[in-house]
């Protein structure tokens, strides 16, 4: 059964960077599309980036378009979601996901989920 491990969050400064990590207990290319999902405190959950299994689609949620960069490392297992000029709205718990649906508009139907990793962005 494919699992979801996040680290990377943490506490960083408005207009800093973090990148995310997410170790996948099996991974293998073309089978499994990816996201990351954010919940805001008070929030619901909403995706903010996917890659298609081929990765032939990518989307980004509008507010991350041009500072966050998702990407993976089949060798390694590996998912990561790469944050720059981060703003205190960005704030909140980051979900790596897998095994479901990726086009440019959007991601749905994920059924593997992490734990979250939390993300502060505060001054």
């Known amino acids: 059964q494919l699992q979801l491990v996040e680290s990377g969050g943490g506490l960083v400064q408005p207009g800093g960077s973090l990148t995310l990590s997410c170790a996948t207990s099996?991974?293998?290319?073309?089978?499994?599309?990816i996201g990351w999902y954010h919940q805001a405190p008070g929030e619901a959950r909403e995706g903010v980036s996917c890659l298609s299994s081929d990765d032939s689609s990518e989307y980004y949620a509008y507010y991350v378009k041009g500072r966050f960069e998702i990407s993976r490392d089949n060798a390694k297992k590996m998912i990561y979601l790469r944050m720059t000029r981060l703003k205190p709205e960005d704030t909140g718990v980051y979900y790596c996901?897998?095994?479901?649906?990726?086009?440019?508009?959007?991601?749905?139907?994920?059924?593997?989920w992490g734990q979250g990793t939390q993300v502060t962005v505060s001054s």
């Open positions: 996901v897998a095994d479901g649906t990726c086009t440019s508009l959007g991601l749905s139907g994920y059924g593997t």
């Open positions: 099996e991974f293998t290319y073309d089978n499994y599309a």
